[in-house]
């Protein structure tokens, strides 16, 4: 990368993993253009004009996916784009399927129309993101584990794997992936393949007061673990956050901004 001023573009950026992208930016002296559906709701961008350097490097956009064009003025004149604005419908009889089937879609999309407009695409690719929480909204992702967590006190839940990784390695892989050139193809960034009854088990260690039932509903052999490789990651110059800091964050965060009282 060339040139004194580094512009990039963030979409989505009142987002869970866009937060720490722009802060992040930030930190490494980039001008972040930060897109957000509605520049005037405080709650969306209080925490992103807060953040070290923003005054001086960050300008917020008024930009909707489904409004052609409106990305435009935000892209314009940048030397990266980190694409994370994603519209979620949850009408649907099985929301996560279509969720699903909506992110293999438009990754698909990204990639024919990279290659028909010659862009040097990236594609990032977490599993389920934990960790801190900057600003004072849960995405779906701290939904889903706030509702797990909270479960785990009065349900015993079937035997079941996640694929966990924290926000931070994503946000850094994400820029990584932008300033070494010879990054390309898809990342696929995960600290840990893991049984739910062991997330459980480290957060009791962590909370031993805090109410979890750390067992499965049957007493069947468990589903056999997998790894994902992170030789890939790696070569980003990621090493991963340890999974018990990252669970020790997301409870401090969901107490700090009054989710959950342990
Ligand atoms: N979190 C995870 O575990 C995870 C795992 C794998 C992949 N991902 C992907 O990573 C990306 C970011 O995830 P996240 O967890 O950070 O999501 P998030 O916190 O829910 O943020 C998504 C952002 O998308 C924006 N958005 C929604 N509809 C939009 C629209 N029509 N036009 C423009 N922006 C729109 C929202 O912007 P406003 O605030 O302005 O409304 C929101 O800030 C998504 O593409 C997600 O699918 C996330």
Redesign the pocket.
């Known amino acids: 990368m060339s040139g004194e001023e580094k512009v990039v573009c963030v979409?989505?950026a009142?987002?869970?993993?866009?937060s720490w992208l722009v802060k992040l930016l930030l930190q490494r002296g980039y001008t972040v253009k930060a897109?957000?559906?509605?520049t005037k709701d405080l709650k969306?961008t209080e925490h992103l004009l807060a953040l070290d350097g923003a005054k001086e490097r960050l300008k917020l956009f008024k930009?909707?996916?489904?409004d052609e064009g409106s990305f435009d003025s935000a892209v314009d004149g940048c030397q990266g784009v980190f694409h994370?604005?994603?519209?979620?419908f949850i009408t649907a009889s099985d929301p996560q399927l279509w969720y699903v089937l909506s992110?293999t879609l438009a990754e698909e999309a990204a990639w024919k129309f990279a290659e028909e407009n010659g862009i040097d695409l990236v594609a990032i690719?977490?599993?389920?993101?934990i960790g801190p929480l900057i600003q004072p909204t849960l995405?779906?992702?701290l939904e889903t584990v706030l509702k797990l967590v909270k479960d785990a006190g009065t349900e015993v839940f079937p035997d079941g794997m996640c694929i966990l990784v924290d926000v931070r390695d994503v946000a850094n892989a994400h820029i990584q992936a932008f300033e070494i050139p010879a990054a390309s193809g898809r990342y696929c960034i995960n600290a840990k393949v893991i049984h739910y009854f062991e997330v459980f088990k480290i957060l009791h260690g962590l909370y031993p007061t805090f109410n979890l039932l750390e067992k499965c509903e049957d007493d069947k052999p468990l589903l056999p673990a997998y790894k994902i490789s992170q030789d890939k990651a790696e070569s980003l110059g990621i090493s991963f956050v340890p999974l018990e800091v990252s669970l020790r964050d997301t409870m401090e965060s969901f107490k700090e901004y009054g989710f959950l009282t342990i």
């Open positions: 979409t989505g009142s987002g869970y993993i866009a897109t957000v559906r509605d969306k930009a909707n996916l489904l994370t604005a994603s519209p979620v992110k690719n977490p599993g389920l993101v995405g779906f992702s």
